[in-house]
Each structure stands twice: as structure tokens, then as C-alpha cells.
């Protein structure tokens, strides 16, 4: 794949588009079974973890997308008590999880173990939860797994994948999504990853068609800042079975008895107001 680091500059192009973060040190490498696993610490932004030279978090923006893929689907739904994350390898949307005090189950299905180890020695914040005696860490094949998972066992299901290419591209499909949409309960809420509101929008419009192809009653997409992704400006799309993705728990989101650094109510309204743009791509 060749040296990402030029002149001490750590650079992802993609699309022409690039993203360049000075970097101090190369803190890690290795080849996994299934990615190469880099991490850096950066002259600004903290350290930095890429897979396949592909930024995947740093410490100082994660929390924004960890927020924004928990807790909005977790507010909405009425009472949560079982969460299930695919993908999630850093462990920091698993942690957001477990910060509500309704969830009693919280499992992680993680196809490469060497992220969450690779995480807990250079982001010991994001796996901080990890042994909560909630928490359930498996590593193995998500799709596998989903395909046998006992119908109607979960209330919030988030898809916290890669960027859909190779192997991850098939937790992009509708057959996959069908699975999902079996495992969740009757008002059920899966939350994908669903790239650039301004790179991928055809990949948005593929995700609302195969969603609703799988069963669900109903699809919505919100946006959130992310520095550190391609265009600064990430989406995640919400999918629920047998309900309105409308309303949430706002005086819960009020009283929570937990701190967040961007997740609130008013974001959580924001964040569903798309721009013309969006709407007309996907029929808002």
C-alpha cells in the first residue's frame, strides 16, 4: 500500500479528497489476520488508529461519532434493554452504551480481536467499559452470527462497520438487514454508519432502499460533524421495525446521569434537519 506518512504527514486521499495530520511518532504496526493496524501519535489531534491506512478514530473527535451512533437510537427507543454493536472494535460506541442505565445486555460482535487489543493499550478511555459485567465481547463474524441470533431479542442493533468495501461490504445489503431486522423486537432500532452526507449520497439512497426492502417501517438519516472523515460531515441512518422513527425521550436525554461532549437534546433535533439536498435524494 506504500508509506501514508510523507514528510512527517500522515495522508489519506480518497476520491480527491485528502486528509493530512502531522505525525510525532508511529506508536504500533501490525498485520492482523484480516487488516493492517497502524497507530500514531499526532501533533494535534492525540493518537490516531488507522486500519488498512484508512483513518479509522483519534483520540481528540471520536467522541462525536461514538455519541451520535448510540444515543440518539437508544433515546428514541422507549426502553432499551439489550444492544447489540457490529463492528465497534475500539470499543467507544460500546462504552456510550453501557452508560445507559436501562441496557442489562450489551453485546459486541467484532470480527478482528487485534483492534480491541491494539485499542486498550493506546485508547484505554474507549475501552473502559470492557469489563462491565454487561458487556459481552465476542470476536468472530457478525454476519454468522446475526443470521442465528433468536428472533426478536434485541432492542437497538448498531452497525458500526468500515467503510463499505471487501468483506464489510456485505453489512451494506439487504440481506444482512433482514437478519437485523428479525433479531430486533417489535419497535426495534438498527443504526448504520452511512459514510459523507456530501461524498456518498448514492450510497445513502442504496442503504433507504435496501432498508426498507428488509422489513422496516421506517428510515431516517442524521448528520453530525467529523473532522477526521472524509469532508468533515458524517451521516448515520436509523431503521426501526414496526414504528415512527419520531419523538425521544427528552427529558431522560435532560436527566441523564451521564456527561457527553456533544450529544444533547437540541443536537439530537438538529441532527434530523437535512439539508435540500438530502431530503430530495431520499424522499424526506
Not at 433482514?178 to 448504520?192: C, K, P, Y
Amino acid at each position: 500500500m506504500g508509506n501514508p506518512v510523507i514528510d512527517g504527514w500522515f495522508l489519506e486521499r480518497d476520491r480527491g479528497y485528502g486528509l493530512a495530520l502531522e505525525v510525532k511518532e508511529h506508536l504500533h504496526g501490525e498485520q492482523s489476520p484480516w487488516q493492517k493496524i497502524d497507530v500514531y501519535a499526532t501533533a494535534s489531534f492525540g493518537n490516531l488508529l488507522t486500519l488498512d491506512d484508512i483513518v479509522m478514530l483519534t483520540s481528540r473527535d471520536n467522541f462525536l461519532y461514538h455519541e451520535m451512533m448510540s444515543h440518539p437510537a437508544l433515546f428514541t427507543h422507549a426502553a432499551p434493554e439489550v444492544a447489540v454493536v457490529v463492528g465497534g472494535g475500539d470499543c467507544g460506541t460500546l462504552r456510550e452504551v453501557l452508560r445507559h442505565p436501562t441496557i442489562r445486555r450489551a453485546v459486541q460482535v467484532e470480527l478482528d480481536e487485534r483492534v480491541t487489543r491494539v485499542c486498550e493499550q493506546y485508547f484505554p478511555e474507549l475501552t473502559e467499559a470492557n469489563g462491565d459485567p454487561r458487556a459481552e465481547l465476542l470476536f468472530e463474524d457478525a454476519i454468522a452470527w446475526m443470521a442465528r441470533c433468536e428472533p426478536e431479542t434485541a432492542d437497538v442493533v448498531i452497525l458500526d462497520t468500515t467503510d463499505p468495501v471487501g468483506q464489510a461490504r456485505r453489512l451494506f445489503g439487504e440481506p444482512f438487514y433482514r437478519d437485523v431486522h428479525r433479531a430486533l423486537g417489535e419497535g426495534g432500532i438498527m443504526v448504520a454508519q452511512s459514510e459523507s452526507a456530501l461524498l456518498d449520497v448514492a450510497l445513502l439512497e442504496e442503504l433507504h432502499r435496501n432498508m426498507k426492502a428488509a422489513g422496516f417501517t421506517d428510515v431516517r438519516t442524521i448528520q453530525f460533524p467529523q473532522p477526521t472523515y472524509p469532508t468533515g460531515w458524517w451521516t448515520a441512518t436509523l431503521a426501526r421495525k414496526g414504528a415512527r422513527i419520531e419523538g425521544f425521550r427528552e427529558e431522560a436525554v435532560r436527566n441523564r446521569p451521564f456527561r457527553t461532549r456533544y450529544y444533547n437534546q437540541e443536537t439530537h433535533r438538529a441532527a434530523f434537519a437535512l439539508p435540500e439536498f438530502l431530503r430530495e435524494a431520499l424522499g424526506a
